[in-house]
């Protein structure tokens, strides 16, 4: 108990001989340096601070159950298919995928026309022989079916 009250004092005593400072950096006399290395800027030309969006903020999409919607949407210079399903219930899912294949149509999203894949379906050699179909099944006679019994 002793070593208690006397570390108490001790703090108290400390701190009441040292100012109290609200910034982390304050003059701590009224004299100041020619040379000083702490320089106080002020912020007047930059732009205004934009509101600061916390989780709280957001807003779950609005998706029927068992629906699904889709956009292309810009992100950072990039076409991007943004689909939102909400197909098994809860809170909607949002997918965001490239959009190299899907075009804008107005408001609705098409499939652009598919891309080559450079095979020449014409061309022929000498080292696969022709393949032909194979026939179909023989058809049943039915007047002629027995049916084996033991």
Known sequence: MRRFVLTSMILAASAAQSPAFASSIDFASKFTADG??????????????????????????????????????????????????????????????????????GSTIVASAPVSDGVDLDATTAAVAQVSVPAGPAPINQASFELRLK
Request: proline share 9%; glycine share 8%.
């Open 36 to 105: 000083s290395s702490v320089v106080q800027m002020t912020c007047a030309h930059c732009p205004p601070l934009g509101p600061q969006i916390s989780k709280r903020q957001y807003v779950v999409p609005n998706v029927a159950p068992g629906a699904q919607s889709a956009e292309i949407v810009d992100v950072d210079g990039q076409k991007k298919l943004k689909r939102v399903e909400s197909w098994l219930g809860g809170s909607p899912v949002v997918f965001m995928t490239s959009a190299e294949g899907w075009a804008t149509k």
